[in-house]
């Protein structure tokens, strides 16, 4: 049972280049999230989607697009990162419902912008 | 911002001693969590507190939630080298999208 699987775990790239990070949960959780960490800042919010084929922006979505195609996966696109997006991502799944409402959180991409 | 507000930032103390975090918000909440994140890796649920609740307990864990003045505090007691780590809180207001705090970064000395 691997919970929340981010790919890749590190990534360089050049202004301007574009890249997807991909997430997938096999706990059968219908929301999927993607936060962003920057030293001193917390964790924002930058996309999520409450079910399959639904997604809505968070708070910090400029720069960024989703795509939940299935249940299990919820991909982020940077179409032509820039340093501002130096950060660390972070895919999470909610349990809500009643059930157990609390976020799922995978390990991580860090991500630098040069 | 609708970002919680963590304070202290860093908090340093020897093994033995409580620990105290508090968590400021400014809407109202469904529910109140928090989270603790050991370096380098994603965050893990600790404990929930509903907005009809004043306490909770978990372990070594004790929650506080203050409606009134928009405010929980998380209180770890007999603190270990282990419980070194950021904890963060996070309210959820109902629309399932929690907003997180900036984070305590506590150092527990052996």
């Known amino acids: 049972n691997a919970g929340v699987t981010q790919t890749p775990k590190f990534q360089v790239l050049k202004t301007g280049q574009s890249m997807t990070l991909q997430c997938a949960q096999d706990?059968?959780?219908?929301?999927m999230y993607w936060y962003r960490q920057d030293p001193g800042m917390g964790l924002r919010l930058i996309y999520y989607?409450?079910?399959?084929?639904?997604?809505d922006k968070g708070e910090v979505p400029n720069g960024y697009n989703v795509s939940r195609l299935n249940k299990r996966e919820f991909s982020l696109r940077l179409e032509s990162a820039a340093p501002s997006q130096t950060s660390v991502y972070f895919c999470?799944?909610?349990?809500?419902?009643?059930?157990?409402?609390?976020?799922?959180f995978g390990s991580g991409t860090q991500l630098s912008v040069l | 911002s609708q970002q919680g507000e963590e304070d202290p930032q860093a908090l340093s103390i020897q093994e033995g001693e409580n620990a105290t975090m508090n968590c400021s918000y400014k809407?109202?909440?469904?529910?109140l969590q928090w989270y603790r994140q050991n370096s380098g890796r994603g965050l893990v649920h600790l404990i929930l507190?509903?907005?009809?609740?004043r306490e909770k307990h978990s372990g070594r864990l004790r929650v506080t939630l203050d409606t009134s003045k928009k405010s929980s505090s998380l209180l770890i007691t007999a603190s270990r080298a282990a419980d070194t780590a950021s904890y963060f809180c996070?309210?959820?207001?109902?629309?399932?999208?929690?907003?997180f705090g900036k984070g305590t970064k506590l150092t527990v000395n052996p």
């Open positions: 999470a799944t909610f349990a809500g419902g009643g059930l157990s409402e609390k976020l799922f």
């Open positions: 706990m059968n959780h219908n929301s």
């Open positions: 989607s409450a079910s399959e084929g639904t997604t």
């Open positions: 809407t109202s909440i469904n529910n």
């Open positions: 507190i509903r907005s009809n609740e």
């Open positions: 996070a309210r959820e207001g109902g629309s399932e999208k929690l907003v």
